[in-house]
Nanobody, 124 residues
Framework: QVQLVESGGGSVQFGGSLNLSCAAS????????MAWFRQTPGKQREGVAC????????YYTGSVKGRFTISQDNAKNTVYLQMNSLKPDDTAMYYC?????????????????WGQGTQVTVSS
């Protein structure tokens, strides 16, 4: 059973940075496809970034390219999302997701394991 715990959310001003962490237990992230999603009230969960040992290169949704970076530290069983140049539109609950079978998907139904979420609020 894979368990995911996110941390690192908070409140920042426009242009600020945050580094989200997702600690995985049960399996090492290097064997999993990992992704970050975000969701605001009344909207569908949106895929932000993903990384997969079988896909190779990380993949980002267009609105965060050049500002967000997904990475993983296998020694710490942790996946990170470094978020720079934050905008108010980035305000959301951010979730970490993982699965064995998917290859870097932004479909939320493709992931069987989810963290509890961490809130990111960006003020203008």
């Amino acid at each position: 059973q894979v368990q995911l715990v996110e941390s690192g959310g908070g409140s920042v001003q426009f242009g600020g940075s945050l580094n989200l962490s997702c600690a995985a237990s049960g399996y090492t992230p290097s064997r999993l496809s990992m992704a970050w999603f975000r969701q605001t009230p009344g909207k569908q969960r949106e895929g932000v970034a993903c990384i997969s040992p079988r896909y190779g290169m990380p993949y980002y949704t267009g609105s965060v390219k050049g500002r967000f970076t997904i990475s993983q530290d296998n020694a710490k069983n942790t996946v990170y999302l470094q978020m720079n140049s934050l905008k108010p539109d980035d305000t959301a609950m951010y979730y970490c997701a993982a699965d064995f079978s998917v290859i870097c998907s932004f479909g939320s139904t493709d992931y069987n394991y989810w963290g509890q979420g961490t809130q990111v609020t960006v003020s203008s």
